[in-house]
């Protein structure tokens, strides 16, 4: 039986990242994956995420995401890969908008540089654009896109060169708590010291079977692709990062000549047949908002690609020891707004493996929140 001092179950950006963090620490660390490397079956695939610094308010996440910044650099120059374009990130709406207002605050707060911009000013720069006559615009100059794929790809090359294994194709049967774990696989078993759950989608069905049943729901997003009207209006270098209601949108950089617009929410769905619903309202949330909103791009997707969020009830981690058993480390729930934190989630879950003070305050990610009382001791 071979024996590592852990095992991360579940290859995505988040269990990579933290497999990858281990690594570095001078952890022996077996990395594990349900399916064929790379998919498509889970929340991590695709060329493009949102980034950006200010969390409005939710701050700790903000605090958190100044480093990740950082780590994102870091993790360029050891893989020698582009990972992050800095075209911003413009969030729009009502100076009254909680939204906006908390956004403008996070970002003074953490002297991040940003523009506050009015609707005449807004119709000037920003042409392709259309938001009611109310609204204002916040820029966050540090915002932009990441490339996820490079990404996740980038974290498990230099897991590998620091000693890291990687076995993909192998799903994960059972796992045996104690002083030393057992994981059982589809083709294997091994021992480990500790073993840290990042398994996105399947979280709620993977933790019950150690005896939590946390409150995850999983939704299915519609990723679609709009073609423009007229070349390059929506380039990089015209069009940032844009997120206005619940609709998020990004420039031109998958497919040429298409911007990427979704809505931030789907139907419920099962991970293992993620395909049994029917997203037509969601189609024709976005194909009305990019009607009205976005008038430079035709009004019917050209391509349209599957993801999944994993939902916690306060939309907030899940980054934590099991109740019971402390050497088992979960990392879950990320809600939609994970991607960007994966390196401060692969940081923090490897504190909590070596059994350090976490580099931030976790208070708001601790699964005690979903316990009865007597087991919030």
């Not at 192998?170 to 010291?193: F, M, N, R």
């Not at 079977?209 to 679609?224: A, C, E, F, N, T």
């Not at 949330?285 to 009607?291: C, E, N, P, Q, W």
């Not at 058993?325 to 923090?348: D, E, Q, R, T």
Request: proline share 6%.
């Amino acid at each position: 039986m071979i024996s590592y001092d852990v095992v991360v179950v579940g290859a995505g950006v988040e269990g990579s990242a933290t497999a990858y963090t281990l690594a570095k620490n001078g952890q022996r660390v077996l990395l594990l994956e349900q399916f064929p490397l790379p998919h498509t079956r889970g929340s991590s695939h695709g060329q493009s995420r949102i980034t950006r610094v200010a969390y409005a308010s939710d701050d700790h996440y903000a605090i958190m995401m100044k480093e990740s910044h950082m780590l994102w650099r870091k993790l360029e120059r050891e893989s020698n890969t582009s990972i992050f374009e800095n075209c911003g990130y413009l969030s729009a709406g009502t100076p009254d908008d909680p939204f906006i207002k908390d956004t403008i605050t996070s970002l003074r707060t953490h002297g991040v540089k940003h523009d506050v911009i009015s609707h005449s000013e807004l119709q000037i720069k920003y042409p392709m654009i259309n938001v009611p006559a109310e609204a204002i615009g916040v820029l966050d100059h540090s915002g932009g896109i990441l490339k996820a794929n490079k990404a996740l790809y980038a974290f498990q090359e230099v897991f590998k060169r620091h000693g890291g294994t990687i076995n993909d194709g192998e799903q994960v049967i059972q796992i045996i708590p104690g002083d030393v774990i057992t994981v059982k696989t589809s083709k294997s078993t091994y021992q480990a010291l500790h073993v840290v759950i990042t398994v996105g989608p399947w979280a709620h069905k993977f933790l019950s079977s150690l005896g939590l049943h946390l409150p995850m729901k999983v939704v299915r997003i519609s990723v679609h692709y709009w073609k423009e009207k007229w070349s390059g209006q929506y380039s990089m270098q015209k069009f940032p990062t844009f997120m206005y209601g619940k609709v998020y949108a990004m420039p031109c950089f998958e497919y040429p000549g298409h911007v990427k617009a979704c809505l931030h929410d789907g139907p419920e769905i099962d991970p293992d047949d993620r395909d049994a619903v029917n997203t037509n309202d969601v189609t024709e949330a976005v194909r009305k908002y990019v009607s009205e909103h976005l008038p430079g791009l035709e009004t019917v997707p050209s391509v349209t690609e599957t993801c999944i969020y994993t939902m916690t009830p306060d939309r907030q981690f899940i980054l934590d020891n099991h109740p019971e058993w402390k050497n088992i480390i979960i990392g879950a729930g990320f809600s939609g707004h994970g991607y960007k934190l994966a390196p401060i989630v692969g940081k923090v879950l490897t504190e909590l493996v070596l059994n350090k003070e976490p580099s931030y305050d976790l208070s708001r990610c601790r699964i005690r929140r979903f316990l009865p009382p007597k087991h919030q001791l």
